[in-house]
């Protein structure tokens, strides 16, 4: 069974940092490409960041350019984001998703706040 | 980027009625490589992650019951609810995966008459 799980949300700062991580298992992780979506409260979803399988490509959404950076562990399972930088818009639900050529599979999500 | 415009943003069907929601993008999603549309229909509920129902357009997931149909090719597409159920409620969101970045409608909220 595929399980993604997120963990690493919490209230910090405006200014401050927060790593979000994703344990992937039940599927070969090296080979599937991953991706990460926000959702703030109330809102609509937002694609914000994919990794290729091995890691050697990376693209984000241009309002996290230069502040966020994806990243994976293929020995470990494991999915990462390190949010720098944090806004109070970057306030949402963090979704870690496999992709298999669709969307396939979705975390249940980490909740990321950033306020003062 | 591809622009995904959902509509109505909400409606309210009786149980047992259909229930149509529409997405249409503002280009042709259609993957040449293997001529299928590169759209996926999700359900969302409160509290909950989103939930994949359709895939390719108009592939419905394992277990998702075959009231839920998708269709459509190119730039417009649909979701029906042939006959809607008091478990339907929710926001449904159609979402292109033919480019990064990937891209949303904006959410159809689908209520009970």
């Known amino acids: 069974e595929v399980q993604l799980v997120e963990s690493g949300g919490g209230l910090v700062q405006p200014g401050g940092s927060l790593r979000l991580s994703c344990a992937a298992s039940?599927?070969?992780?090296?080979?599937?490409?991953m991706h990460w979506v926000r959702q703030a409260p109330g809102k609509g979803l937002v694609w914000v960041s994919r990794?290729?399988?091995?890691?050697?490509?990376?693209i984000y959404v241009d309002s996290v350019k230069g502040r966020f950076t994806i990243s994976r562990d293929n020995a470990k399972n494991t999915l990462d984001l390190q949010m720098n930088s944090l806004r109070v818009e970057d306030t949402a639900v963090y979704y870690c998703?496999?992709?298999?050529?669709?969307?396939?599979?979705w975390g249940q999500g980490t909740l990321v706040t950033v306020s003062s | 980027d591809i622009v995904m415009t959902q509509s109505p943003d909400s409606l309210a069907v009786s149980l047992g009625e259909r229930a149509t929601i529409n997405c249409k993008s503002s280009?042709?999603?259609?993957?040449?490589?293997?001529?299928?549309?590169?759209l996926v229909w999700y359900q969302q509920k409160p509290g909950q992650p989103p939930k994949l129902l359709i895939n390719?357009?108009?592939t419905r997931e394992s277990g998702v019951p075959d009231r839920f149909s998708g269709s459509g090719s190119g730039t417009d597409f649909t979701l029906t609810i042939s006959s809607l159920q008091a478990e339907d409620v929710a926001v449904y969101y159609c979402?292109?995966?033919?480019?990064?970045?990937?891209?949303f409608g904006q959410g159809t909220k689908v209520e009970i008459k």
């Open positions: 998703v496999r992709s298999i050529g669709w969307p396939e599979h």
């Open positions: 039940g599927f070969t992780f090296s080979s599937s490409w």
């Open positions: 990794i290729n399988g091995d890691g050697s490509s990376t």
């Open positions: 280009q042709s999603v259609l993957y040449r490589s293997n001529n299928k549309n590169s």
């Open positions: 390719w357009a108009s």
């Open positions: 979402q292109q995966y033919y480019s990064t970045p990937w891209t």
